[in-house]
DNA sequence: ATAGGGTTAG
C-alpha cells in the first residue's frame, strides 16, 4: 500500500533539468515517502510541489498517512502556506493531521492561526493530544493568555488527556511566562518526572524578572546541566545586567565541557561587546569560523554588533557583505523563516555601529538603502537605531527615524515612545519629547522616567517634580530608575528638601535599596549647593565611603565652592581607591592651579603621568546638514581650520569688550599665562560653537555636543557670546543640557 | 512536540 516515488537527483545540480524531472511512481517496498528526506534540503517548492498536485490529481490524499507526510514535509520547509492549503484537500483528517498543522503554526508564531485552528478542531469533534495542547499553551505563553490557558489546562485536567513531562513543561512555562509564579512552582513541585527542560524552563523564569538568588539556587540543583542550562544562565545574568557574573558562568560553562551551541556563540559574542572584550570576541570570531558557523544569521549579527561597538567598523562591515539587503525583502519574511530576520540585524548593527562610532553619514545611508530596499523594518530595529542616536544626539537622524516611523504607520508604543522622548531630550529638543509623551497614554513606567530624566537634563526640576507626582497619581509604581531621574532633577537646580524626601520615600515607602547611582545624586545636591559639610555626613552615615562615584561627585563640589582643605583631605582617599580614574587627577590638579597652588597642581600631573593614567581627550560635535563635524582641543584637521581660528581669535576680543574674560587657572598644562590662554582658547567646544557661527545664518540656534563636562571658561565664554550675537546656543556636557540665551544660563551656572 | 539568541529610561 502507497508509492515509492523515485526521482533522479542530478536535476537539483543541473540548472538545466531542474524544471523537467520525472516522477515515477512505484508500489511501496519500504517507507512511504523515505526520498523525500533527501529533497528537502533542496527548498520545498518544486519537489513537494510536484508530488503534491500529483498525489491531488490521482486522490492519494485519501491516504492519511501519505498526505500527513506531505504536510509535515511542507511545515518543516517552513511552507506554511502550502501546508494550509494541503490541509484543507486531505479529506479525512485526523488527530496528527490537526496536530502538525498545529504545531507548524505555533512554531511560526502565528498564535491566532492556531487558536482558530484549534476551537476548529474541538467543534469537529477530533480530539487533541499531548503534542496538539503543549502547541496550543506555547501561543497562550507566546500570547501572555493566562485566561486561555488556563481554560485549556481544565479541560486537560477534565478530559484526562494522557501528558507527559512535555506537555507539563509547556503548562509550566505558561504559568511562568504569565508570572503566576506561586501557582508554577507549586505546579513544579508536583511534576512526577522532571527533565532538563523542566529545570531550564524554571532557571529562566526566575532570570527574566531578574530574580538571580532563585535562578541560581535553581541552577545549581540541577541533576546535570546542557548547553541550553549554560545559555540560559549566561543570557539571563547579562539581561539582568550582571555581566561578569555572565562570563563568569561562561567559563564555567567552558570548564565543565560543555560544547558550545550557535546560540552559546551568539551570547557569547554580545557578552563581550557589552564588556568591550575585544580580545575575547576576536577569538569568539576565530572558534566560529572553525566550527563553520559563520553561516549563522544570529551569530553574523551578534559579530557585526560587537566589532561596530568596539569601533572596528571595516571588520563589521566584512561580514555584513554576506548579507544582501534584497535577501531582506518582505517576501522573504516566510513565516518560520528567522534568516531574514537576523539579517536585517545585522543591517541594523552596521547602523546603530556607525552611529555609535560618529559616523553619521555612513548610518544614514545604509539606513536609507534598508528603507528602498527591504521593506520590513520592525519596531526593534527602529528602537535600536533611535537609542543609538540619542547617546550621539544627533537630532536630525533621530527626526528622520521618526518620520520614517509615521510613514510606514508604525504604532507609537512605550518601547518606540521611550526611546523617542530619550532621543529628543538628549538631542536638545525637549518640546519635541513633550509632545511624544503626549501623545501616549500609557501608564508605563519606562516612559514617564524617561521624560522626568528628559526635563532633568534640561535642568527643569520644577516639571520632573511634578510629573513625577503625576506618574504616582496615575498609579504607576516608580522603580530604581525612576528615582534616580527625580534624583538628579532636584540635584540640578538645588531642591534640597524635596531630593530628601524622595530619597526617604524610595526607602521607606518604595522598598528600593539605593544603589551608588541614588547615593551620588545625593551627595551631588548636597555638594553643589555648597552644603559640603553635609555631603560629607551623609557619605558616612549611609557607609558609602568606599564608593569612588561619591568622592569624585564631593570632590567637584569642593572645587566649585573653593574649599580646598576638604577638597584635598578627600582626593587622597579618590586616588588610592581609584588610582586609574583620570577625572580624580584632573580635578585635583584643577583645583590646586585655580588657587594658584602650581606645585601641588605639578605634582598631581606628576603622579598621573608616572602611573600612566590618561586624560580622556574633549571632543565636542556639531552637525551641520548632513554631517558631523567634531573638534578636539586645538584642532587643526578641520577644512575650515584657518577660518575658524582667526574668527575665534577676534570673537574673543570682541567679548572681552563687553566683560569676559580668559579664566585661565584651569589649564593643566604648567606653562607660562600667554600660552595658557592659547590653549584654553581653542577648547574643542569653543571651535564647534565658531564653526557653528561661521555656517549657519544669524540667529540660527547652535546645538554642541561633549564628551566631558563643560569648563568654566567656556560657559562663560558661550554666555558672552550667546549676548553678543544674539542667539540660542544650546550644550550638551555628560551630565546636562546647557541652554545659554542673552548671556545667561538655563543652569543658573549652578552644575 | 516543551526551554535559550536583539528592543526603551540612570
Known amino acids: 500500500m502507497g508509492y515509492h516515488i523515485v526521482v533522479s537527483c542530478s536535476r537539483f545540480t543541473n540548472p538545466v533539468l531542474r524544471n523537467n524531472f520525472h516522477i515515477v511512481t512505484t508500489p511501496l517496498p519500504r517507507h512511504p515517502c523515505s526520498f523525500l528526506y533527501s529533497t528537502i534540503s533542496f527548498g520545498s517548492p518544486p519537489p513537494l510541489g510536484a508530488y503534491h498536485s500529483h498525489l491531488l490529481k490521482n486522490g492519494s490524499l485519501q491516504n492519511l498517512n501519505l498526505a500527513n507526510y506531505l504536510l509535515s514535509l511542507y511545515v518543516k520547509s517552513s511552507n506554511m502556506n502550502h501546508a494550509h492549503k494541503l490541509f484543507y484537500e486531505i479529506p479525512h483528517k485526523n488527530t496528527q493531521t490537526w496536530t502538525i498543522l498545529i504545531s507548524g503554526f505555533a512554531r511560526a508564531g502565528s498564535s491566532e492561526m492556531v487558536f482558530n485552528l484549534f476551537r476548529e478542531m474541538q467543534a469537529k469533534g477530533a480530539l487533541p493530544n499531548q503534542y496538539t495542547l503543549s ?23 477534565r ?59 535553581m541552577f545549581r540543583k540541577f541533576p546535570y546541566k546542557d548547553v541550553v542550562s549554560w545559555n540560559t544562565i549566561i543570557d539571563g545574568f547579562m539581561q539582568c545586567g550582571y555581566e561578569r557574573l555572565a562570563l563568569e558562568q561562561l567559563y564555567r560553562m567552558v570548564e565543565y565541557g560543555t560544547e558550545f551551541s550557535a546560540i552559546t556563540f551568539s551570547i557569547a559574542l554580545i557578552l563581550a561587546s557589552s564588556l568591550s572584550l575585544v580580545e575575547v570576541g576576536r577569538q569568539l570570531h576565530g572558534r566560529v569560523l572553525k566550527f563553520g558557523l559563520n553561516s549563522d544569521g544570529f551569530i553574523r549579527s551578534s559579530l557585526v554588533e560587537m566589532y561596530g561597538k568596539c569601533g572596528r567598523m571595516d571588520k563589521a562591515s566584512t561580514i555584513l557583505k554576506d548579507v544582501p539587503l534584497n535577501f531582506l525583502r518582505k517576501e522573504n519574511f ?185 547615593y551620588t545624586s545625593m551627595v551631588n545636591l548636597y555638594g553643589r549647593s555648597g552644603h559640603l559639610f553635609e555631603a560629607k555626613n551623609f557619605i558616612f552615615e549611609n557607609g558609602i565611603s568606599h564608593l569612588t562615584p561619591v568622592w569624585r561627585s564631593f570632590l567637584s563640589s569642593c572645587r566649585l565652592h573653593k574649599n580646598i582643605e576638604m577638597g584635598k583631605s578627600v582626593s587622597e582617599m579618590l586616588l588610592q581607591s581609584a588610582p586609574s580614574d583620570p577625572d580624580a587627577y584632573i580635578l585635583l590638579s584643577n583645583m590646586c592651579s585655580s588657587n594658584h597652588r602650581w606645585d601641588e597642581a605639578a605634582k598631581v600631573r606628576g603622579l598621573m603621568h608616572q602611573r600612566g593614567v590618561k586624560k580622556q581627550p574633549g571632543q565636542s560635535w556639531i552637525q551641520l546638514k548632513d554631517q558631523i ?47 595658557r590662554e592659547v590653549l584654553i582658547s581653542h577648547h574643542s567646544e569653543k571651535l564647534a560653537l565658531v564653526f557653528g557661527i561661521i555656517n549657519t545664518s544669524q540667529r540660527t540656534p547652535i546645538r554642541i555636543m561633549k564628551n566631558l563636562r563643560i569648563c568654566t571658561d567656556c560657559h562663560n565664554f558661550i554666555k558672552y557670546a550667546s549676548q553678543l550675537l544674539e542667539r540660542d546656543i544650546i550644550v550638551r556636557d555628560t551630565h546636562r543640557f546647557h541652554h545659554f540665551k542673552q548671556g545667561n544660563c538655563s543652569c543658573g551656572d549652578y552644575w
Open 334 to 518: 516566510g513565516v518560520t523563516c528567522k534568516e531574514p530576520k537576523a539579517g536585517m540585524v545585522s543591517w541594523s548593527s552596521m547602523v546603530s555601529g556607525y552611529v555609535w562610532n560618529g559616523k553619521y553619514e555612513d548610518g544614514m545611508k545604509i539606513f536609507r538603502s534598508m528603507v528602498r530596499e527591504l521593506v520590513v523594518v520592525d519596531i526593534r530595529t527602529v528602537v535600536t537605531i533611535i537609542s543609538a542616536c540619542a547617546n550621539a544626539g544627533i537630532l536630525e537622524f533621530g527626526k528622520q527615524i521618526h518620520a520614517y516611523i509615521q510613514k510606514i504607520g508604525l504604532r507609537i508604543d512605550a518601547y518606540v515612545g521611550s526611546s523617542l522622548i530619550d532621543m529628543y531630550s538628549k538631542s536638545g529638543s525637549l518640546d519635541d519629547a513633550w509632545m511624544i509623551f503626549r501623545r501616549i497614554n500609557e501608564p508605563n513606567v519606562v516612559l514617564w522616567t524617561s521624560m522626568i530624566s528628559g526635563c532633568a537634563l534640561h535642568g527643569q526640576g520644577r516639571n520632573a517634580i511634578s510629573l513625577f507626582e503625576g506618574m504616582l497619581h496615575q498609579g504607576i509604581i516608580p522603580n530604581e530608575v525612576s528615582f534616580v531621574a527625580v534624583l538628579n532633577a532636584c540635584s540640578h537646580v538645588g531642591l534640597i528638601e524635596e531630593g530628601c524626601r524622595y530619597f526617604k520615600m524610595m526607602k521607606d515607602i518604595y522598598h528600593i535599596n539605593p544603589e551608588v547611582e541614588h
Open 135 to 157: 502547541s496550543v499553551f506555547k501561543c497562550c505563553s507566546a500570547e501572555n493568555n493566562l485566561q486561555m490557558g488556563k481554560g485549556i489546562h481544565a479541560w486537560v485536567l
Open 629 to 675: 563635524h567634531t573638534f578636539i582641543v586645538g584642532d587643526r584637521s578641520h577644512p575650515q581650520d584657518k577660518e575658524i581660528y582667526s574668527h575665534l581669535d577676534s570673537l574673543i576680543g570682541r567679548l572681552k569688550e563687553i566683560g569676559y574674560s580668559l579664566d585661565v587657572k584651569l589649564v593643566m598644562q604648567d606653562v607660562e599665562e600667554e600660552q
Open 159 to 217: 478530559n484526562g488527556v494522557d501528558g507527559d513531562v512535555v506537555l507539563e513543561n509547556s503548562i509550566l512555562d505558561l504559568y511562568l511566562k504569565c508570572k503566576a509564579f506561586e501557582y508554577a512552582e507549586s505546579f513544579f513541585e508536583l511534576m512526577i518526572e522532571k527533565d532538563i527542560v523542566s529545570w531550564n524552563i524554571m532557571t529562566g523564569s526566575y532570570l527574566r524578572v531578574g530574580d538571580v538568588e532563585k535562578s541560581l539556587d
